[in-house]
């Protein structure tokens, strides 16, 4: 190649690199810092796009023209103590454009140093960032009105959790024949376990457990509704299939769509030692018979309550005589769907085999260790459902 053919190719690149500066939409500008005052030497049309500013309004003045009343001194002073010590730096400013529009510039200064170290020239390079300050300024209002109506949410569902509470028994009955114990493990969210116990007659005694689909405010409403249709129902009669049939009259086609509870209830007769139960949809229910260490389960098949109507569903009642000394538990799901670390699910013989080890624990004492066993199988510190027991033990 010839010289003439070097020149001729180097000044097409200077010419390239000069029409790609201009295409840029970024302002570049570049100073001198071995002038007077280190005044303009070079900008972009990128550069007078921006500002408004002509070439020939710029060059030779210092770019502090840029600043204005608002402009903030301590950034400035970044870029003051950078240009000393001929360090990089990049700053977001409001500075105003020549018709006095304040914009907001995000900008890099950089130095060109000669071969020995000394800072010859600084490129800078001015991006309008006024929409994306604009934007972050909405977002962070808006993610703050967010976080404030998070709160009230917390607020009501707090609020919602804690009348929730009200439904269940606050003292639990006793009597020189039974000994009655509860476990109420609600998770975070409000979720749709609850449980009862009433004295119907004399030594007569419902006890109830149920669990309705769903979390949030849905759940605590139907919880609501279920406990006091229950409730008035249980309190007419001791037949556990009457009670349950016109619990589900009077929830069915009240419920929203796809809604359901299921629920075990029992009504124990101390005089006579007999337990009626029906199982609604419900997980089956134990007499744990310390005498012969047996765990006897309470199945009576019949279906959920509150998703079909009365023409369409029957619910059956069994019965079953207790000893002194046997124990009756009833739980929602989450007892037996506890999973190990290596997620393989609790098996059914594995709790009964726990129940009958531990048969001759009082019942609040086997309640609370039937809460540490299944707690120690997940290797967790809480579960992630509710986690609802209770249970009576036949004292005499
Ligand atoms: C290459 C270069 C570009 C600059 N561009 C801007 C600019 O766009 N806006 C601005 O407010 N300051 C800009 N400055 C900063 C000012 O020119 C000046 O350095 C700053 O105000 C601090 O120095 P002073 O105390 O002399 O004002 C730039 C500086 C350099 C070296």
Not at 82 to 109: C, H, M, P
Not at 180 to 198: C, H, R, T, W
Not at 297 to 306: K, Y
């Amino acid at each position: 190649m010839s010289p003439k053919e070097i020149v001729s190719s180097y000044k097409e690149f200077e010419d390239l690199l000069i029409k790609a500066t201009n295409t840029a939409n970024e302002g570049i500008t570049i100073s001198s810092m071995d002038q007077i005052d280190r005044p303009l030497v070079f900008v972009n049309e990128g550069f007078e796009r921006l500002t408004g500013y002509s070439k020939d309004d710029v060059i030779g003045k210092n770019c502090r023209f840029l600043q204005g009343e608002e402009t903030d001194q301590t950034t400035v002073d970044i870029l003051r103590r950078a240009i000393k010590k001929g360090e990089q730096a990049t700053v977001e400013l409001l500075n105003y454009k020549k018709d006095g529009t304040a914009f907001w510039n995000r900008l890099s200064i950089t130095p060109l140093k000669d071969k020995n170290g000394v800072t010859t020239h600084y490129v800078g390079v001015q991006s309008d960032i006024t929409e994306l300050r604009e934007t972050q300024k909405n977002l962070k209002s808006a993610n703050k009105e967010l976080a404030l109506f998070q709160d009230k949410i917390n607020f009501e569902l707090e609020e919602a959790r804690r009348v929730q509470n009200f439904i269940l028994p606050s003292i639990l009955p006793s009597t020189n024949k039974l000994s009655f114990a509860s476990v109420f493990e609600p998770m975070d969210q409000i979720g749709g376990d609850f449980y009862d116990i009433l004295e119907i007659e004399k030594g007569i005694f419902g006890v109830l457990i149920a669990d309705v689909t769903g979390h949030g405010i849905q759940a605590a409403l139907l919880t609501f509704m279920t406990s006091f249709a229950f409730k008035n129902i249980a309190l007419q009669t001791s037949s556990t299939a009457k009670v349950v049939t016109e619990t589900n009259e009077k929830l069915y086609n009240k419920m929203p769509r796809g809604s359901f509870i299921t629920m075990f209830y029992a009504v124990y007769d101390s005089n006579t030692q007999l337990l009626k139960y029906t199982q609604a949809g419900h997980p089956e229910g134990y007499v744990i018979r310390a005498n012969t260490r047996e765990v006897i389960p309470l199945t009576s098949l019949s279906p959920l309550v509150g998703a079909f109507s009365k023409e369409t569903v029957s619910y059956s009642e069994s019965i079953v005589k207790l000893e002194t000394g046997d124990k009756v538990l009833l739980y929602t799901d989450a007892i037996l769907e506890v999973w190990d670390s290596e997620d393989v699910m609790m098996k059914r013989e594995e709790f009964t085999t726990f129940l009958i080890k531990n048969s001759k624990l009082p019942i609040d004492e086997l309640l609370k260790d039937i809460k540490l066993f299944c707690l120690k199988f997940s290797g967790q510190s809480s579960f992630n459902d509710d986690f609802t027991m209770v249970g009576f033990e036949v004292l005499s």
